[in-house]
């Protein structure tokens, strides 16, 4: 069976023959690359690959919510009353899902940099006590945030900011759009 296109090994080959035929010495005896033509094309091909996957000196870490955590965040959010307002409400439940899926991203800037002093704090959001008044607010951890828990105008048409106070944290709450 005739192998069609391009693989990894093929294009490793062919640029092997290359980088042998127009720049490295031969053995003339055997037409075989000398050990050095080996050890200089590993070490080009490590110094990229290592040096594309290290984060150690990051400028900014973005994620968004963890969506296993939405129906938790719900309940805790809308207490009693989360099976009547969403859960039972498919259209409701639907939008919500889309919000926490789509709108929020969680950015933190790296050592150094600082979040804009107009981003309004966090702690300036009230939170939403009308359907469970033992809300309270958590250490921000963005693995365990609850957006929910918080007057956010989640339906805005201008993307919004929030720092989280003390942190090199801040919040994005992208436009509302409808998604299918």
């Given amino acids: ?3 069609s296109g391009w693989n990894f090994n093929r294009i490793l080959k062919k640029l092997f023959t290359y980088f042998y035929y127009f720049s490295a010495p031969k053995n003339t005896e055997t037409m075989k690359p000398t050990a050095w033509v080996y050890s200089l ?3 080009f091909l490590f110094t990229f690959v290592s040096g594309n996957a290290q984060d150690t000196d990051f400028k ?3 994620w968004r919510p963890d969506q296993s955590n939405f129906e938790n965040y719900v309940r805790e959010a809308y207490g009693e009353k989360a099976d009547e307002l969403v859960f039972d409400r498919p259209s409701r ?3 919500l899902k889309n919000l926490f899926a789509n709108s929020f ?3 933190e ?3 150094g940099i600082k979040v804009p002093e107009y981003f309004p704090e966090l702690s300036t959001v009230p939170l939403v006590k009308r359907y469970n008044s033992s809300l309270t607010r958590n250490s921000f951890d963005p693995n365990t945030f609850n957006p929910f828990k918080y007057e956010f105008n989640f339906y805005s048409k201008e993307r919004q900011f929030f720092h989280v106070d003390g942190t090199n ?5 992208e436009p509302f759009q409808i998604r299918e």
């Fill in 105 to 107: 991203i969680f950015v």
């Fill in 109 to 111: 800037n790296g050592p």
């Fill in 169 to 173: 944290y801040f919040i994005i709450i």
């Fill in 41 to 43: 094309f590993f070490v």
């Fill in 1 to 3: 069976m005739k192998k």
């Fill in 93 to 95: 439940l639907k939008t």
């Fill in 60 to 62: 900014q870490r973005r």
